[in-house]
């Protein structure tokens, strides 16, 4: 089991990737593709997002994609917001609770 300081410290990851997409106004499929064709690597961007567990290959990559550095990402990452991280487990809390009466 993830202690709970690992948990918000992946969730801030999460968040900070979607957020860049956002910025950039740019699908998971588009980052997809764009780590495809810049460096002839397969990414899977969805799954990505979800937990948020990656190789520092993956890191680097997704840091020169969105053009920011390794120091820049990790301090966005130590600046998200608290509530922010509870909004987004309570959310995806709902969301399994859903899938699993759905499922039953």
């Known amino acids: 089991?993830?202690?709970e300081e690992l948990l918000r410290f992946?969730?801030?990851v999460t968040l900070v990737l979607k957020d860049l997409r956002k910025q950039l106004d740019v699908s998971q499929a588009d980052v997809n593709a764009g780590i495809q064709d810049q460096f002839g690597f397969?990414?899977?961007m969805g799954r990505i997002e979800l937990g948020s567990n990656f190789t520092l290959e993956t890191f680097?990559?997704?840091?020169k994609y969105f053009k920011i550095s390794e120091a820049e990402f990790f301090n966005l990452v130590n600046n998200v917001d608290d509530q922010k991280i509870d909004d987004y487990l309570k959310f995806k809390a709902e969301r399994k609770r859903s899938r699993n009466k759905k499922n039953n």
Do not use: E, G, L, S
């Open 60 to 63: 680097y990559m997704f840091c």
């Open 42 to 44: 397969t990414q899977n």
């Open 10 to 12: 992946r969730t801030a």
């Open 1 to 3: 089991m993830i202690d």
